[in-house]
């Protein structure tokens, strides 16, 4: 009997065939807490074999309360940041037979909570939010929301960036990286600084220019008389605000761009204005992204482990044992003085 030709061959199909119950058929199929016998479970086995059956796993996610979907929402994907810590959220979610599905937020505050949602309805059985907080506490505490509405469902949530939104996460430490990232660069020589400080309301830059000036105040210089230049989070951010400095140098002899993006979209800048790095003035990023490490000249940076960080966080998103209150590993950065920064000469 041929069964499935108008369409794809139903759980019902492969009952019938196997002359068994539906039910029976779906505890063979896709799994059940009551025992089938041997001589049962070969008649499934051998019709949906037969009839070229696969299994639904939306349906068996719904049965089971929860699919083996693991989350992954990020702020920008292009960014090889968030791709080389994605690299290692997936890593983990494989060695744990987690299927990854990735969302490119935008940085939105809206966007994080619509996939979360789409995520919560989809019983997921974990979410993994990368990327740094915003100012407002409306759409953190929104989000905190949300993800307490998707573990009362049974799901687990872990973050990369800041402790807002009381659930475990790995934070980088952002101010500590850029004060030891200052201290580095007045040992070699440097007073006068401009720091391209992302948009004023995300948190990592914010954390970032706060530590670099404490790194310039524990060297004895003016921590307020460094120039700020707030724009976008990105590559063309990086050169729109070093477009700015350019045109009105004030005897800036070193650059602090908050991520390394950002610096890369300044070298272009200076590159396109004849302003040679390092020789008229030095560059420096954070987070050491492992795809920009050929750059010409290469970059100073604070160097972050991307990849354990997102293999950390899944780690704690998968934990079977979780633990009553939220977890939080902190995470050092460590400067790497190359050659994009040149050391001048003391006084």
Avoid: W
Avoid at 144 to 155: L, S
Avoid at 170 to 188: D, H, M, W, Y
Avoid at 204 to 216: A, K, N, Q, S
Avoid at 281 to 302: E, K
């Amino acid at each position: 009997m041929a069964t499935g030709d108008t369409g794809p061959v139903r759980l019902a199909d492969v009952a019938l065939r196997a002359g068994v119950s539906i039910a029976t058929a779906s505890r063979v199929l896709n799994g059940g807490t009551r025992v089938v016998g041997n001589e049962l479970r070969e008649k499934v086995l051998a019709a949906a074999l037969e009839l070229d059956y696969t299994p639904n796993v939306h349906a068996q996610a719904i049965a089971r309360g929860a699919s083996n979907t693991v989350g992954l929402l990020v702020h920008d994907i292009t960014d090889p940041y968030f791709s080389t810590i994605a690299a290692g959220v997936t890593g983990l979610a494989d060695e744990r037979g987690a299927v990854v599905l990735l969302a490119n937020t935008r940085r939105e505050p809206a966007l994080e909570l619509e996939y979360l949602a789409m995520l919560t309805a989809q019983r997921a059985r974990a979410v993994i939010v990368v990327g740094s907080r915003f100012s407002g506490r409306a759409a953190n505490a929104t989000l905190a929301a949300q993800i307490d509405r998707f573990r009362a469902g049974g799901g687990r949530v872990a973050c990369v960036g800041q402790d807002r939104l009381g659930t475990d996460t790995v934070v980088p430490q952002n101010a500590a990286g850029a004060r030891a990232l200052a201290r580095a660069l007045v040992g070699i020589g440097h007073r006068c600084f401009a720091v391209l400080a992302g948009p004023p309301e995300l948190l990592t830059g914010r954390d970032r220019l706060r530590g670099f000036r404490r790194g310039l105040a524990d060297e004895g210089l003016d921590p307020e008389a460094v120039r700020v230049i707030n724009g976008p989070f990105t590559r063309d951010g990086g050169y729109a605000a070093a477009a700015e400095l350019a045109a009105d140098r004030r005897g800036e002899t070193c650059v602090f761009a908050v991520n390394d993006v950002m610096a890369v979209g300044a070298i272009a800048a200076f590159r396109d204005r004849r302003v040679d790095v390092p020789g008229d003035i030095s560059v420096a990023g954070f987070d050491d992204i492992a795809t920009l490490r050929d750059l010409v000249p290469p970059l100073t940076t604070v160097r972050l482990p991307l990849a354990e960080m997102g293999s950390s966080a899944a780690a704690m998103a998968l934990d079977a044992n979780q633990p009553e209150s939220h977890r939080v590993v902190t995470v050092r950065g460590e400067v790497v003085l190359r050659a994009s920064t040149r050391t001048l000469r003391r006084s």
